[in-house]
């Protein structure tokens, strides 16, 4: 018998013996009809093990079978039906390149490159929403947001014509974050708010294993940031613990490790240290246990700023630039305004102030470069408190003069974004500026102003 006849049998024997559990086995099935020549059969169970390997969040796995499927794609010849076979592969191959290896790796950037071709191609169909999404969340991480809007702007109007509820929600959290990255909150919370009215984690968890990440938990990620910026820090901080309770229920270690990571950006909004350490040390231990890169950058940033804070300031620069290394090297840029921050703020805790300021211009020129403002007006007043020291140390009243100047533009940020958490610690700044200044009057009609504001 020859050897494609004799794989066909056996395959055939399998599938008969194993039935309706015939995916148990199914890479042994795929490799026999891929042998046997039976490429429909071989594509269909490549699909189905690399689909299994994506629900135990075995990325290897993952990216293997589904490479093999795209292998077998590639004699085929062109056709719509061949296009969306490869739209679905495509989709759960990419998703978990960007979960092993970032944002920024070439292999990343070619599939999304493949995911845009092939949606060019088909309209209308579930697939090609499913890729939409993958590819704004591709843009926004990068901080490219005019192209994440853009396909945003294609899903709600898939979604609309659909009159489809759940991809309606699905967009607006995507939405609901863009805009919290660009610095409009109150329409941030908007979009967040229409999501969470939909969401229910018992009907809506296995979204994880289509999206990569749970859409859900995403638009809870993003209400904890917004309540806080705007002045809630109760709310966020219930907020935030549903959002881990349920995270920690969900199979999904991805979906988990991000909402650790969202929790460390409250905590350093809050400038919560002990907090943000023990968050930081889980984010980075589950991270590289799963082999997360970016995420073990995230966990390195945060026990850096506490390292730091904590005046082991060496040891927090280290851990710092090694987190910053880890951004650059995978392409995420979502937080990286936050990132060049704080290692401009531990610089000035370091006494070099130079350093502190470079660092500091570098994080400007991001927020200008990719829009990514939520964290402008508190970037003005660091850059306000490090021209202090400078102005102290050299005695010199220009700094102090530019100091007063960087802190009311930061209270021009925070008041056009509503945010009223960063406009109370810039005025704090501002008035005890403004009381060594001897502008006692000035200093207590700043501070009665967000008192009145909070009241």
Same mark, same amino acid.
């Given at each position: ?24 086995? &199914? ?45 077998? =794609?590639?004699?085929?010849?062109? &056709? ?33 490159? /493949? ?26 991480? /990068? ?54 009215? #939909? ?55 991805? &979906? ?45 940033? %945060? ?8 005046? /082991? ?14 951004? /650059? ?5 979502? !937080? ?22 470079? #660092? ?67 005025? !704090? ?18 501070? =009665?102003?967000?008192?009145? %504001?909070?009241?």
């Amino acid at each position: 018998m020859e050897r494609s006849h004799l794989h066909e049998e056996v395959g055939n024997i399998l599938e008969s013996l194993y039935g309706e559990q015939a995916d148990e086995i &199914s890479v042994q099935l795929a490799r026999h009809f891929q042998e046997a020549g039976i490429r429909p059969k071989a594509l269909e169970y490549f699909a189905k093990a690399g689909n299994k390997a994506l629900h135990l969040s075995a990325y290897a796995e993952t990216m293997a079978y589904f490479g093999k499927a795209l292998d077998i =794609l590639k004699a085929l010849p062109p &056709s719509p039906e061949r296009d969306r076979h490869e739209l679905s592969f495509q989709i759960p191959l990419a998703a978990s390149l960007q979960a092993t290896q970032g944002y920024g790796a070439p292999e990343v950037a070619s599939a999304c490159e /493949r995911i845009r071709e092939l949606c060019q191609k088909m309209e209308g169909s579930p697939p090609v929403f499913y890729a939409l999404y993958f590819l704004a969340n591709f843009h926004w991480l /990068r901080a490219e947001h005019g192209a994440a809007l853009e396909l945003t702007e294609q899903m709600m109007n898939l979604a609309q014509r659909a009159a489809d509820p759940l991809s309606l929600a699905m967009t607006h959290a995507l939405r609901g974050i863009i805009s919290f990255n660009l610095g409009n909150l109150s329409a941030a919370r908007e979009h967040l708010d229409h999501t969470n009215a #939909f969401y229910n984690p018992k009907e809506h968890a296995h979204l994880a294993f289509v999206y990569g990440l749970d859409p859900g938990l995403l638009s809870w990620f993003g209400t904890v940031c917004v309540l806080c910026c705007l002045g809630y820090p109760d709310l966020a901080a219930e907020q935030s613990r549903k959002m881990l309770a349920v995270a920690r229920q969900v199979d999904h270690p991805f &979906s988990l490790t991000t909402a650790l990571a969202i929790d460390t950006l409250f905590h350093l909004l809050r400038r919560d240290a002990r907090a943000l350490e023990e968050r930081g040390r889980e984010v980075a231990a589950l991270a590289q246990e799963k082999g997360f890169l970016f995420f073990v950058g995230v966990g390195l940033f %945060k026990i850096g700023w506490v390292s730091a804070r904590q005046g /082991r300031l060496e040891e927090g620069l280290a851990q710092i630039h090694q987190a910053l290394d880890i951004y /650059r090297a995978t392409g995420v840029r979502f !937080t990286l305004t936050e990132v060049l921050g704080s290692l401009a703020e531990a610089y000035g805790m370091a006494g070099q102030i130079e350093k502190g300021l470079e #660092f500091m211009s570098q994080a400007l020129a991001e927020v200008e470069r990719g829009g990514e403002r939520y964290y402008e007006a508190e970037l003005h007043r660091l850059k306000g408190v490090l021209l202090l020291r400078k102005a102290e140390r050299e005695d010199r009243p220009s700094w102090e003069k530019e100091a007063e100047a960087c802190f009311r533009r930061s209270l021009v940020v925070a008041r056009l974004q509503q945010a009223k958490s960063f406009e109370l610690r810039t005025a !704090t700044s501002l008035g005890r500026l403004l009381q060594k200044q001897g502008k006692e009057s000035e200093a207590r009609k700043l501070m =009665l102003r967000i008192l009145e %504001k909070e009241g």
